[in-house]
């Protein structure tokens, strides 16, 4: 993981502007000073969901591959809790990073991407991992850049664990979600597949679920243990039910702009080597 995450750091940083690579910019501890700064946002507010501490972990390990000449800073929910909210501020240049599903990138037109969001795709986290590190995640990649004519790129894969069924009452086979009104992904894949099972699929913003279950707006919704138990969804009369359908293994996109990978010198190429050689 460790490497993983020094690869993902040093490719980033042969993708940003460094305004220079002498260690001659010193603060007065002798330490060097940040000449860049990334500034990091997700949709989550809690700072133990994955997302905050997957985006801790990279600002640790930006810092220390750089040897404390890069950092960045973290929006925890801070910058909007809606992906489209977020993905427009990665545009505009508001942000450099972010992490949105693969349903919203399938909704700006690339579908293939919408394969991430098949259910029962993985059938374990090693499973996931094997994919996503290899062949396929890469040619995931590819095809984001290509078909949006690079205004994105996906620097790696993040995933905030398995998906489970929760609302007013248990199910056990398909069936028993006939009738009953479900928040789901706002992704046609995941839309189609519930409807099939009888369920009503309802959009409702994250940050508005709580209020949705408690007031009988949905009877259900799907989503994993540590987001909706932070969001205290289970204290809710159409929450209080879990199965355990273990239904999606999320993939999340750590997505940059093109714009921004691009922004690159012969200089920063050669810092780059630098850092690789850290790792």
């Avoid at 919203?104 to 094997?130: C, N, P, Q, R």
């Avoid at 969001?231 to 750590?254: A, M, P, V």
């Amino acid at each position: 993981m460790k490497r993983k995450w020094s690869l993902l750091v040093a490719a980033i940083l042969a993708a940003v502007s460094i305004t220079g690579c002498s260690s001659s910019n010193q603060a007065e501890d002798g330490k060097p000073k940040p000449e860049l700064n990334i500034i990091v946002a997700h949709n989550q507010t809690s700072l133990e969901n994955p997302y905050s501490k997957a985006a801790i972990k990279f600002k640790e390990a930006l810092e220390e591959v750089s040897g404390g000449r890069a950092t960045a800073t973290l929006h925890h929910g801070t910058l909007g809790e809606n992906e489209s909210e977020l993905v427009e501020k990665l545009e505009m240049g508001a942000l450099h990073l972010t992490v949105a599903s693969p349903g919203f990138m399938t909704l700006l037109g690339v579908k293939e991407i919408d394969m991430f969001s098949l259910l029962y795709l993985f059938d374990s986290f090693e499973h996931w991992e094997a994919c996503v590190d290899g062949e396929f995640g890469q040619e995931m990649s590819r095809l984001l850049a290509e078909k949006t004519d690079d205004r994105f790129r996906v620097m790696g894969y993040w995933t905030c664990s398995v998906r489970d069924y929760y609302g007013k009452k248990p199910v056990v086979t398909p069936g028993d979600l006939k009738g009953m009104t479900i928040r789901t992904q706002s992704t046609p894949v995941v839309q189609q597949f519930f409807t099939q099972c009888g369920a009503i699929p309802t959009s409702v913003a994250w940050g508005e679920l709580y209020q949705a279950l408690s007031q009988g707006v949905v009877d259900s919704a799907e989503n994993d243990y540590t987001s909706f138990r932070l969001k205290e969804h289970h204290k809710t009369d159409n929450g209080r039910y879990i199965s355990e359908t273990h239904h999606d293994y999320t993939t999340r996109l750590f997505l940059t702009t093109g714009q921004f990978y691009q922004a690159l010198t012969e200089e920063h190429w050669q810092c780059r080597c630098l850092f690789l050689q850290q790792i």
